[in-house]
């Protein structure tokens, strides 16, 4: 990962003339090749294949504007992101801001009355950023505990329960949680991305297979589940930790931001992808469509129940990275600091226990709410409209107040307008997931 240089705070050169991107320590730059991989590995997950579920809720022509829609905001935000965050490390001269330091520097050079709250925003960013990263290891659990019992319920006389399915795979999603060195998972995340490859490709194959009427799609949905079809393809494009991260580390990062740099570039294909699986997936199955596709394939046929384990062992591994995340972040940020005079026997103890803990809390999430869909809803709408559509708004905002933003420019309420479709989008997504969850769980339709 990027570091900040320590020396990028000495007072080398006049502001205007002060470069962050000369003063980042990358232990290893990628190349705009590399990103722009690096970009489609991390915005093309499991969100990609609960797309079609989406268009169910929002109706075919309007999930496809929509998509291209969000697609645009999402690509946006991240530029406004990238460029607020290069001019609040011009300021305080520094090489590198993480997400929730940018906060912090937002609320002091801002407005007046947000500096009351620089203290508190660290703390709020890295609550978004856990609960996401948390809720999205949520949502590999139920999708793996799923797909085993899809393909188990085949070679059992009486279905067991999703509940018997997710005890079996505690220990080891356990396991590789419990690994601390990041390079060990390396290969198998090359054969997971392998796999992903192979299963989009199978999908494809089972979609164009008897296509229906076209028109048999409605072209709009119910308002009401609009905010379900937000929440979804909000989780699925907005990988905002992934996009920070990959720019953080680019040799070049000045070709981030460009018109046709890796960002657009690579958010342009991605959203084409998901636009493509979205609406072939619900061409093809309607109201039929299962919250992940891969549960609509005709279990009996032994491809299909290949491809299906297969994506569970991807996901798996997936689990790995993406609950790093929130470890190193409680870690790094709370823990250590309390633990300075501990001896390294003691830490690492500690150490283990945060990861178990981690892992507990996703599995009992999980169990508790064990709705995929839903809860890659309510994932997205709560966390991702904070911090990938609001956050980088006022980040805008405060990094160039009050020169060129203020109640008299057009930049100012621009950016007042991306915060409030954030907020809309938080409160209603979240409030229509939850409410949709309640209805489920009273129902008992698991």
Same mark, same amino acid.
């Given at each position: 990962?990027?570091?900040?240089?320590?020396?990028?705070?000495?007072?080398?050169?006049?502001?205007?003339?002060?470069?962050?991107?000369?003063?980042?320590?990358?232990?290893?730059?990628?190349?705009?090749?590399?990103?722009? +991989?690096?970009?489609?590995?991390?915005?093309?997950?499991?969100?990609?294949?609960?797309?079609?579920?989406?268009?169910?809720?929002? &109706?075919?022509?309007?999930?496809?504007?929509?998509?291209?829609?969000?697609?645009?905001?999402?690509?946006?935000?991240?530029?406004?992101?990238?460029?607020?965050?290069?001019?609040?490390?011009?300021?305080?001269?520094?090489?590198?801001?993480?997400?929730?330091? *940018?906060?912090?520097?937002?609320?002091?050079?801002?407005?007046?009355?947000?500096?009351?709250?620089?203290?508190?925003?660290?703390?709020?960013?890295?609550?978004?950023?856990?609960?996401?990263?948390?809720?999205?290891?949520?949502?590999?659990?139920?999708?793996?505990?799923?797909?085993?019992?899809?393909?188990?319920?085949?070679?059992?006389? *009486?279905?067991? *329960?999703?509940?018997?399915?997710?005890?079996?795979?505690?220990?080891?999603?356990?396991?590789?949680?419990? +690994?601390?060195?990041?390079?060990?998972?390396?290969?198998?995340?090359? +054969?997971?991305?392998?796999?992903?490859?192979?299963?989009? &490709?199978?999908?494809?194959?089972?979609?164009?297979?008897?296509?229906?009427?076209?028109?048999?799609?409605?072209?709009? &949905?119910?308002?009401?589940?609009?905010?379900?079809?937000?929440?979804?393809?909000?989780?699925?494009?907005?990988?905002?930790?992934?996009?920070?991260?990959?720019?953080?580390?680019?040799?070049?990062?000045?070709?981030?931001?460009?018109?046709?740099?890796?960002?657009?570039?690579?958010?342009?294909?991605?959203?084409?992808?998901?636009?493509?699986?979205?609406?072939? &997936?619900?061409?093809?199955?309607?109201?039929?469509?299962?919250?992940?596709?891969?549960?609509?394939?005709?279990?009996?046929?032994?491809?299909?129940?290949?491809?299906?384990?297969?994506?569970?062992?991807?996901?798996?591994?997936?689990?790995?990275?993406?609950?790093?995340?929130?470890?190193?972040?409680?870690?790094?940020?709370?823990?250590?600091?309390?633990?300075?005079?501990?001896?390294?026997?003691?830490?690492?103890?500690?150490?283990?226990?945060?990861?178990?803990?981690?892992?507990?809390?996703?599995?009992?999430?999980?169990?508790?709410?064990?709705?995929?869909?839903?809860?890659?809803?309510?994932?997205?709408?709560?966390?991702?409209?904070?911090?990938?559509?609001?956050?980088?708004?006022?980040?805008?905002?405060?990094?160039?107040?009050?020169?060129?933003?203020?109640?008299?420019?057009?930049?100012?309420?621009?950016?007042? +307008?991306?915060?409030?479709?954030?907020?809309?989008?938080?409160?209603?997504?979240?409030?229509?997931?939850?409410?949709?969850?309640?209805?489920?769980?009273?129902?008992?339709?698991?």
């Amino acid at each position: 990962m990027a570091q900040r240089n320590p020396k990028a705070e000495m007072p080398v050169a006049p502001e205007d003339d002060y470069d962050p991107h000369l003063y980042r320590v990358v232990e290893a730059p990628t190349t705009n090749m590399e990103t722009f +991989v690096h970009l489609l590995k991390g915005c093309i997950g499991t969100g990609i294949l609960a797309m079609p579920e989406a268009f169910m809720f929002s &109706g075919m022509l309007n999930g496809i504007i929509s998509t291209f829609l969000i697609g645009i905001l999402c690509t946006y935000c991240f530029q406004i992101l990238a460029k607020s965050q290069y001019i609040e490390c011009k300021k305080v001269r520094v090489g590198l801001l993480t997400y929730p330091e *940018s906060m912090k520097v937002a609320c002091e050079i801002g407005p007046e009355c947000l500096r009351c709250f620089a203290p508190y925003a660290p703390a709020l960013t890295n609550f978004f950023l856990i609960f996401y990263q948390v809720g999205t290891c949520c949502v590999y659990v139920v999708f793996v505990g799923k797909n085993l019992k899809y393909v188990g319920d085949v070679y059992t006389s *009486s279905p067991w *329960s999703l509940y018997l399915y997710m005890t079996m795979i505690f220990v080891p999603f356990l396991l590789i949680l419990c +690994v601390k060195n990041l390079k060990l998972l390396a290969p198998f995340s090359v +054969v997971a991305n392998i796999i992903t490859l192979i299963t989009f &490709g199978v999908v494809c194959w089972y979609i164009f297979q008897g296509l229906p009427k076209f028109s048999d799609r409605p072209a709009m &949905g119910s308002i009401m589940n609009y905010p379900l079809y937000f929440g979804t393809s909000l989780f699925s494009l907005q990988s905002v930790g992934v996009v920070i991260t990959i720019e953080n580390n680019m040799a070049t990062p000045k070709n981030w931001t460009q018109p046709f740099g890796v960002l657009n570039i690579g958010m342009c294909v991605v959203t084409i992808i998901y636009v493509g699986v979205g609406m072939m &997936g619900y061409w093809k199955y309607g109201e039929l469509i299962e919250s992940t596709i891969t549960m609509n394939f005709p279990i009996k046929e032994l491809l299909a129940q290949i491809i299906i384990l297969s994506y569970a062992v991807a996901i798996f591994i997936s689990y790995g990275l993406q609950g790093y995340v929130p470890v190193h972040i409680i870690w790094h940020d709370y823990m250590v600091k309390r633990l300075e005079d501990a001896s390294e026997k003691k830490k690492t103890f500690y150490e283990y226990v945060l990861r178990i803990s981690c892992v507990l809390t996703t599995f009992i999430l999980a169990m508790t709410v064990p709705l995929l869909g839903l809860f890659i809803s309510l994932v997205g709408s709560f966390c991702l409209s904070a911090l990938g559509i609001a956050f980088p708004a006022i980040l805008e905002l405060c990094a160039n107040w009050p020169e060129k933003s203020n109640p008299k420019t057009f930049l100012f309420w621009k950016d007042m +307008v991306i915060i409030v479709i954030g907020v809309v989008g938080l409160l209603s997504g979240s409030y229509s997931s939850i409410y949709a969850i309640a209805q489920k769980l009273a129902s008992g339709e698991y």
